[in-house]
């Protein structure tokens, strides 16, 4: 007869015991937890990262249509009493003055220009809003919807403010108030809503003092200035047609 079978011995086999496994289990679920979190880190600096990309985009392209209104600005005045005045006006909120329109994407031509901010339900906007500009005009008539267009917007405010070439550094006015003259310089300011902060270095364009040198059609009432910028208050109405 064959020998008897031996019993198996189990404590000589490998395997794992209740506590490695418990054991096991728990590092597993901190290896999870920390991917999940490098995971979420990743994904919100992405976020960021995608939100500050799209930031510098659109304030790149508010600079460029900023800086093209105030490089094509026209010198029109008005007549103000017994002087001729400027079509311009500028505070820290708000700026509006006449400017050249590129032929594309829409009708060339003069355009009255405004940019101003507005805030609804917790959103700050800078808006530009257009208009065609008619001789005789002396201040922003108001735009239609569709004239209408947000340049920036977010948790900021905007500020404006101008100042004059050859003025001491820091020279910078919250309202231009000199009707005989336009400024050289303005400066577009984006600041957070909260801390005052700026967000961005602020914009300053240059207006082309000598880019309009004659009127808009012959005898209006908009007729360049003299080629430093002022008028003469003592110059006769009627002989301030058209100077060179």
Not at 94 to 110: C, D, I, K, M
Not at 141 to 153: E, F, I, M, Q, W
Not at 187 to 195: F, G, N, T
Not at 200 to 213: C, K, L
Request: net charge neutral; charged share 20%.
């Amino acid at each position: 007869m064959g020998s008897a079978q031996q019993p198996q011995d189990w404590n000589g086999q490998s395997g794992f015991t209740l506590i490695e496994l418990l054991v096991s289990l728990t590092i597993l679920t901190m290896l999870l937890g920390i991917v999940s979190s490098a995971l979420r880190t990743l994904s919100m600096h992405w976020n960021a990262n995608a939100n500050g990309i799209e930031r510098l985009e659109m304030i790149s392209r508010a600079f460029d249509i900023f800086e093209r209104d105030v490089s094509g600005m026209r010198r029109l005045t008005r007549i103000a009493d017994v002087d001729r005045r400027f079509i311009f006006s500028g505070t820290a909120s708000r700026l509006s003055f006449v400017t050249v329109e590129p032929p594309y994407p829409t009708a060339p031509g003069l355009y009255f220009v405004d940019y101003s901010n507005s805030a609804t339900n917790g959103k700050n906007e800078l808006i530009r809003a257009r208009a065609p500009y008619q001789a005789g005009m002396s201040a922003f008539p108001g735009a239609t919807p569709a004239n209408k267009v947000s340049l920036l917007d977010g948790p900021f405010a905007y500020q404006f403010s101008y100042a004059e070439k050859g003025k001491r550094q820091g020279s910078w006015l919250a309202t231009w108030k000199k009707p005989n003259r336009l400024p050289d310089l303005i400066r577009l300011q984006i600041v957070d809503a909260r801390s005052g902060d700026e967000i961005a270095q602020p914009f300053i364009a240059a207006v082309r003092a000598d880019a309009e040198v004659g009127c808009v059609s012959d005898g209006s009432d908009g007729c360049s200035a003299r080629t430093g910028g002022e008028f003469h208050q003592s110059t006769p109405v009627a002989n301030a047609t058209k100077e060179k």
